[in-house]
């Protein structure tokens, strides 16, 4: 098949005896790695190729295993390391038999897994993200005959909900009752069940459903408290991921995720979105003349100052070592009744540039204020840019010109 042809590109890691049905796929580029490093490297390797398609990667399970015990590599830490290649892989785990389905815990590295017996169209959808594993084994207490799996809660926890009201559904349904509740502390309430405390790596509550015994409910506690494990720990890696360790602002991965989706949420809602792009003047002599110590205080202290600033709704991103990048984001109307952005943005802009020449850094070993300044230049959607490329380049053609002004200042784009 041409590669022109291909609208994803699958990679296979180790024996997971697809290859054959996958190559008879119309629109599959198919590539073959040994093992987990390979499969990192061909990733790398078609990620930087001009031609950009969807990339799906299915590991086998001896490969797996490979990535835990061999490597000394965690599945999480594999997973890790192809999202590091291409944020937006999807990695699948292809079991080695019908017979044993994997538990919470196994796969929630993987967004998702194949069985062997799966159907040519089950595979694809697994592929295309349409459908997500098989039905996981029932939990022991189910009411006869359930079929329901844990695809509603997986689904819930790859699209970054809370799993936890879905969760309650999928036990209300296995065991055919209404009314159950994860409660914040134990007790034994009047008539509403005998509560079950559930620990992740703290106590999160007790779960209680209405006429149902103990040695039935405890099961399902148990079943819960491993999907809230994995919540805990897909939160924990999105926010190491997303987050800069030192300052605690989004970062650049994270920024162009946002941006673009963000776009397209103001150009639907017919909404209005501002971008700030600012660096701190003369950054370097501060780094070269106090250290690195002071210099980190300065980064920490300028996102300090910005949150302090701004609304929920907005984020502030460090996009490079002393450039930031905020976006003023009003999916629900502007952030003060009867303004009109960017002129209120700009404003806001203005305030925070004042905190910052008013800041005293202690490292910094002056006293008188009025020693950082910042040059940086706000574009606005749809006036300044339609895309998030477009906006970024008008705003930092508006900081570049703050500069060459002689710093100390904010440039506000057209939309004005």
Known sequence: MARAEAVVRVILVGQTGLDVQLRRQAGVELIRAKGPLEAIGELAGVNGSVESLPTVVIVATESDRAASEGLGTSADELVDGLRLVDPHVRVLLMLADDKTLPTPAEVAAYDGFVTPSASVEELMRAIRGTGVGAAAPPVEGTAAGDTLGDAPVVTALLRGEDLLPTALHVIEQRLGVTGVRLVPLPGDPPGQGIPVPITTTEFAGALIAPGVELSVLEPHASWLAGWLRVQQQQIQLRRAAFTDPLT???????????????????????????????????????????????????????????????????RVCRIGGDEFAVIFYEPTGPRTPGSTPPTSVAQLADRFQKQICDQRFPKLGIDAPGVLTISGGLASFPWDGTTADELVRRADELACESKREGKNAIRVGPGK
């Open 248 to 314: 605690g602002a989004w970062n650049r991965r994270y920024f162009d995720r946002f941006l673009g989706s963000a776009i397209d949420q103001a150009r639907a809602n017919r909404s209005s979105l501002t971008l700030l792009v600012f660096d701190i003047d003369d950054f370097k002599r501060f780094n070269e003349r106090y250290g690195h110590s002071a210099a980190d205080e300065i980064l920490i202290e300028t996102v300090r100052l910005l949150k302090s600033v701004i609304r929920p709704s907005d």
